[in-house]
């Protein structure tokens, strides 16, 4: 028996705050190589706080033109396309963040080859994963589901069932190489973003959690979107909450599951239907 895909749809809307600017930018940028209070692929924002206190404009220069510190390090990327003004505000994120903090000592274990039994909450990984752009985002859910988040384009890539990642080789690499997918991958979303096809401009705001459970927050064509994923209650698929303001009607085309057990599907919304409304995936 073919479990179709499931719409509910109501014209409740949700007003979309925006999220704190150097914090989307820091998220996108930086969380893959930064954490607060410990190494990572770079030092932490602590030490970084230590270091440029005084010195915003040689912050600023430092990301622009980066060079090599630390013998045993990947040097630093330029983020010169990111622009001063927001580098400046990002310098002011860093103080704000470090503030009151000490560094952790590296404990020699990778933190993200955690067996999945030990994942009780969601947890929200920034991380360079396959098969998708440098701004990928990892979400393990509770259960044994993860996905994969671009937020370059602002959209799923994948759900996996497993593990979580294997990130041993991208720290022993120094960044010079990706995570690895622990487990087997469910769902590959089409090539065209879920919402709005193709069309329209992108800009990713960030994200905020409750209970630890990401929803992700961007716009796209003149429409501003929260996306929420949540695993469904038996285990079987993924619920994908939307709440839309600014909604215009919707063509939604959802590939079918890998292993599939429901069939690829297309669904038409009105601009009324689509400020609110949710999908959900079964693959099994």
Same mark, same amino acid.
């Given at each position: 028996?073919?479990?179709?895909?499931?719409?509910?749809?109501?014209?409740?809307?949700?007003?979309?705050?925006?999220?704190?600017?150097? +914090?989307?930018?820091?998220?996108?940028?930086?969380?893959?190589?930064?954490?607060?209070?410990?190494?990572?692929?770079?030092?932490?924002?602590?030490?970084?706080?230590?270091?440029?206190?005084?010195?915003?404009?040689?912050?600023?220069?430092?990301?622009?033109? =980066?060079?090599?510190?630390?013998?045993?390090?990947?040097?630093?990327?330029?983020?010169?396309?990111?622009?001063?003004?927001?580098?400046?505000?990002?310098?002011?994120?860093?103080?704000?963040?470090?503030?009151?903090?000490?560094?952790? +000592?590296?404990?020699?274990?990778?933190?993200?080859?955690?067996?999945?039994?030990?994942?009780?909450?969601?947890?929200?990984?920034?991380?360079?994963? =396959?098969?998708?752009?440098?701004?990928?985002?990892?979400?393990?859910?509770?259960?044994?589901?993860?996905?994969?988040?671009?937020?370059?384009?602002?959209?799923?890539?994948?759900?996996?069932?497993?593990?979580?990642?294997?990130?041993?080789?991208?720290?022993?690499?120094?960044?010079? +190489?990706?995570?690895?997918?622990?487990?087997?991958?469910?769902?590959?979303? =089409?090539?065209? =973003?879920?919402?709005?096809?193709?069309?329209? %401009?992108?800009?990713?705001?960030?994200?905020?959690?409750?209970?630890?459970?990401?929803?992700?927050?961007?716009?796209?064509?003149?429409?501003?979107?929260?996306? %929420?994923?949540?695993?469904?209650?038996?285990?079987?698929?993924?619920?994908?909450?939307?709440?839309?303001?600014?909604?215009?009607?919707?063509?939604?085309?959802?590939?079918?599951?890998?292993?599939?057990?429901?069939?690829?599907?297309?669904?038409?919304?009105?601009?009324?239907?689509? +400020?609110?409304? %949710?999908? %959900?995936?079964?693959?099994?």
């Amino acid at each position: 028996m073919k479990h179709p895909i499931t719409l509910t749809a109501s014209v409740a809307l949700l007003a979309v705050a925006h999220a704190d600017e150097p +914090k989307a930018v820091f998220q996108v940028q930086c969380a893959a190589c930064h954490a607060v209070d410990r190494v990572l692929v770079g030092p932490s924002l602590v030490e970084i706080a230590g270091i440029y206190r005084n010195n915003p404009e040689g912050f600023v220069q430092w990301c622009m033109k =980066p060079g090599r510190k630390r013998l045993a390090g990947i040097e630093m990327p330029s983020m010169a396309a990111v622009g001063e003004p927001t580098l400046r505000q990002l310098h002011g994120y860093i103080l704000k963040e470090a503030a009151g903090k000490k560094e952790q +000592k590296a404990s020699g274990v990778d933190p993200f080859g955690v067996p999945r039994a030990q994942v009780r909450r969601p947890r929200v990984q920034r991380m360079f994963l =396959p098969d998708a752009s440098p701004a990928a985002i990892a979400v393990a859910l509770p259960g044994d589901l993860s996905y994969c988040f671009d937020a370059s384009e602002c959209r799923l890539r994948y759900v996996w069932k497993g593990g979580f990642l294997n990130a041993s080789d991208h720290w022993l690499g120094n960044g010079s +190489k990706q995570a690895s997918i622990d487990g087997e991958v469910l769902y590959r979303e =089409p090539a065209f =973003p879920l919402i709005g096809g193709s069309e329209g %401009t992108v800009r990713f705001i960030g994200y905020s959690t409750k209970d630890g459970l990401p929803s992700f927050r961007y716009t796209r064509g003149g429409m501003q979107v929260v996306e %929420t994923i949540r695993p469904l209650a038996d285990g079987s698929g993924i619920e994908r909450a939307f709440e839309i303001e600014n909604a215009a009607p919707l063509k939604i085309e959802v590939a079918a599951p890998a292993r599939a057990e429901s069939s690829s599907g297309s669904l038409a919304l009105t601009a009324a239907q689509a +400020k609110s409304f %949710t999908l %959900t995936l079964r693959w099994k």
